[in-house]
């Protein structure tokens, strides 16, 4: 199985503050990399497939980006709904999946 | 597109558990299925997908417990679980991928039903 490390597990920041969340896989899943974006008692929500690309109607303040198997999330400009659990997954090879997590906290 | 899960929220321990994926505002065809879980405060785990034409893979930690399906003339997936321990406790969600292959990610979700394993 790849395995997905996330770090860190949590961060506290404030409103306005821009944020990265890092997703490292155990192996090369080319650009076959999600990140979601997962509210208290909610299903998570797509927004960035393909290492980089926008899930549509997500806004810009959310971008991803690869360097090898390292993945980064980018939240500019934090909002408080923005605070929130961030998973990343791959679906590069079976079984697919997902990183440990990441909850944003507002500080 | 609207993903809605169904099905007994207890079961008991030994027995199965079945959900159904009912899809609406769009067809199941050409499109790749997922069900995926996640225990009270825990992360996420992939079960298993299906595609329309009944390509089946299974995550090897649960493939001697699990069957899905996929029903076009109703519009649904299907998940069973046999053999269910409070360990399968979660809330259990459908997906939709963004392609008709699952190298593609999971672009809508259901709303997620919690399922107890308890006697």
């Known amino acids: 199985d790849i395995q997905m490390t996330q770090s860190p597990s949590s961060l506290s920041a404030s409103v306005g503050d821009t944020v990265t969340i890092t997703c490292r896989a155990s192996?090369?899943?080319?650009?076959?990399l999600a990140w979601f974006q997962q509210k208290p008692g909610k299903a998570p929500e797509s927004l960035i497939y393909a290492a980089s690309s926008l899930q549509s109607g997500v806004p810009s303040k959310f971008s991803g980006s690869r360097s090898g198997t390292d993945f980064t999330l980018t939240i500019s400009s934090l909002q408080p709904e923005d605070f929130a659990t961030y998973y990343c997954?791959?679906?590069?090879?079976?079984?697919?999946?997902f990183g440990g997590g990441t909850k944003v906290e507002i500080k | 597109v609207q993903l809605q899960e169904s099905g007994p929220g207890l079961v008991k321990p030994s027995e199965t558990l079945s959900l159904t994926c009912s899809v609406s505002g769009g067809s199941i065809s050409n499109y790749y299925w997922s069900w995926i879980r996640q225990p009270p405060g825990k992360g996420l785990e992939w079960i298993g997908g299906v595609s329309y034409s009944g390509i089946i893979n299974y995550n090897p930690s649960l493939e001697s417990r699990v069957t899905m399906s996929v029903d076009t003339s109703k519009n649904q997936i299907s998940l069973k679980l046999t053999s269910v321990t409070p360990a399968d406790t979660a809330v259990y969600y459908c997906?939709?991928?963004?392609?008709?292959?699952?190298?593609?990610?999971?672009?809508?979700w259901g709303q997620g039903t919690l399922v107890t394993a308890s006697s």
């Open positions: 192996q090369d899943i080319s650009d076959y």
């Open positions: 997954q791959q679906y590069n090879s079976y079984p697919l999946t």
């Open positions: 997906a939709r991928h963004r392609l008709v292959t699952s190298w593609s990610h999971f672009e809508y």
